[in-house]
């Protein structure tokens, strides 16, 4: 059997159930809260409340997270001491400076958010102001006004 002969047949025989295949582009079907649904198309932001976030990784959340840092470091400091020549200090060492390792990360995960955050906001800020500077009235130029 020839090429085209086989194909034929198996294109015959191909299952023709249920609806055909469909393409859908980053959206959902509008029985599914698509295009159809409330507030489609609306970007709602809220700048204070990035700004707030940013706040509070900057005032709480990194300072808590240094201090907590911190304190690890004495009691691992003399149990490094207490346990010297013991493999137990060799690893308590590691398992530190691993944690210093942790702890510089999340700091800079928590740096990055910040930035990012307060980006945003002034981002989102600064576009509603030039789009509303946009809608403003044209001032006439005219030396002819009234006519």
């Given at each position: 059997?020839?090429?085209?002969?086989?194909?034929?047949?198996?294109?015959?025989?191909?299952?023709?159930?249920?609806?055909?295949?469909?393409?859908?582009?980053?959206?959902?079907?509008?029985?599914?809260?698509?295009?159809?649904?409330?507030?489609?198309?609306?970007?709602a932001t809220?700048?204070?409340?990035?700004?707030?976030?940013?706040?509070?990784?900057?005032?709480?959340?990194?300072?808590?997270?240094?201090?907590?840092?911190?304190?690890?470091?004495?009691?691992?400091?003399?149990?490094?001491?207490?346990?010297?020549?013991?493999?137990?200090?060799?690893?308590?060492?590691?398992?530190?400076?691993?944690?210093?390792?942790?702890?510089?990360?999340?700091?800079?995960?928590?740096?990055?958010?910040?930035?990012?955050?307060?980006?945003?906001?002034?981002?989102?800020?600064?576009?509603?102001?030039?789009?509303?500077?946009?809608?403003?009235?044209?001032?006439?130029?005219?030396?002819?006004?009234?006519?």
């Amino acid at each position: 059997m020839s090429f085209e002969e086989e194909w034929g047949r198996h294109g015959q025989t191909a299952p023709t159930d249920g609806p055909p295949p469909q393409m859908r582009l980053n959206q959902l079907p509008a029985d599914q809260g698509g295009s159809t649904a409330p507030g489609y198309g609306v970007l709602a932001t809220a700048p204070p409340e990035k700004k707030k976030a940013a706040n509070t990784i900057e005032n709480v959340l990194q300072p808590g997270t240094t201090k907590a840092a911190d304190a690890a470091d004495e009691p691992t400091k003399n149990a490094v001491k207490a346990f010297g020549g013991w493999e137990t200090a060799a690893g308590l060492t590691k398992a530190h400076a691993h944690w210093d390792d942790q702890v510089k990360r999340l700091m800079g995960r928590l740096d990055s958010e910040k930035t990012a955050l307060r980006g945003a906001s002034n981002l989102f800020t600064g576009n509603d102001q030039l789009t509303g500077r946009s809608f403003q009235p044209v001032q006439s130029q005219s030396k002819v006004d009234g006519i």
